[in-house]
């Protein structure tokens, strides 16, 4: 809180003091009158996420996720009690009462993900307080039927959207980082136990190989430690090669962005993605905790954007300012017409592996 702010309320208390003190009648007006509520903070984007963060660990149940206002620069937090609206305004944010809890919606997106199908994701949406389940071109027929079905079973706490084109992992054969199987993209560059690793898509090491080169059939400048995909998609690569690894990534234009850190992405925020196929490209995230289910299996936890990306992306970085926040999973659609894409999370990657951005 600032101490502008706290001044202000303070000022009000003693002005509501001072009444009862004169007149009795209109001790009563003063007191049983609603004090306005403060005016949210304004914050960048990553302030945001770690306001986010950290009262969702304070409040627990008592929120229903929260999203960024870009417009306004505002967090808005939705929680379902006055008790917890009250602490999410003194720390900053507007509280937005909502219907359904945390709880409730992942429940129904536990339940959704029970029957999915392949060319489908489900996540929670804090805008609209529902779980939106998107279902891709393939997607048709008796399934789509079922899904209609499946979605209107939850008491109006969902919704069905359709997303043009195939949900997919992006890797293909092409330039940029190689293995035998195809070509993916470098996501972020970090260190572990001091030496020298980076990350991209777990899928890329399941699909194409875990050796990997800066040119086809090129000297190996990195081997794969460990991944996980589907399940998550992300990998650890550790360099075997004597190749410079700044922390940067790039943008394509002859420049790069430094990267310092990695956090949580916070829905709302407008984001980058660089990949070696289509470049840089921005967009808007759009859900967190997304569950998709790609032809290979069930991916969770990922983060979906409207970001547009294409095959040999894979694993290349999404990122805001200095933060890494995601690498390149899957998706729909393409760059001249737009489309769906999946990341998942730099911070949880970094702290299973160990790493940190380097």
Request: hydrophobic content about 35%; aromatic content about 4%.
């Amino acid at each position: 809180m600032s101490t502008q702010r706290a001044s202000k309320r303070r000022l009000a208390m003693t002005g509501v003091g001072v009444a009862a003190l004169v007149a009795g009648t209109l001790t009563m007006a003063h007191t049983s009158a609603a004090a306005p509520a403060p005016t949210p903070d304004t914050l960048t984007s990553s302030a945001a996420s770690k306001l986010a963060n950290s009262l969702s660990a304070d409040l627990k149940s008592d929120t229903a996720g929260a999203y960024y206002d870009a417009s306004a620069k505002k967090l808005v937090v939705n929680v379902t009690d006055s008790a917890a609206a009250g602490q999410v305004r003194e720390a900053g944010a507007e509280a937005r009462l909502v219907k359904n809890s945390q709880a409730e919606l992942k429940a129904v997106q536990k339940d959704l993900g029970e029957r999915a199908v392949p060319g489908t994701a489900r996540g929670v949406d804090p805008v609209t307080n529902k779980v939106v389940v998107t279902a891709d071109s393939t997607v048709k027929g008796a399934a789509l039927g079922q899904l209609k079905k499946d979605v209107a079973a939850q008491d109006g706490k969902a919704v069905l959207e359709r997303a043009p084109g195939k949900f997919s992992t992006l890797i293909r054969g092409g330039d940029a980082i190689y293995a035998s199987g195809g070509r993916c993209s470098l996501g972020f560059n970090v260190v572990k136990n001091g030496q020298p690793y980076f990350l991209t898509a777990g899928h890329c090491a399941s699909l194409a190989g875990t050796t990997w080169s800066e040119t086809q059939g090129g000297s190996a400048i990195g081997t794969v430690e460990d991944y996980g995909f589907p399940g998550r998609d992300d990998a650890i690569v550790k360099y075997t090669a004597n190749v410079a690894h700044p922390s940067e990534v790039n943008l394509y234009n002859g420049s790069a962005q430094q990267i310092t850190g990695a956090r949580q992405a916070v829905v709302g925020e407008q984001v980058q993605r660089s990949g070696s196929t289509t470049r840089l490209h921005g967009g808007t995230v759009q859900r967190l905790n997304v569950s998709v289910t790609y032809p290979q299996g069930t991916v969770n936890g990922l983060i979906q954007t409207n970001v547009c990306a294409e095959p040999g992306d894979s694993g290349g970085a999404m990122f805001a300012g200095n933060s890494a926040l995601g690498l390149t999973s899957g998706g729909s659609g393409n760059c001249s017409s737009g489309g769906t894409t999946f990341f998942a999370p730099v911070a949880d990657a970094l702290s299973r592996y160990g790493a940190q951005i380097g």
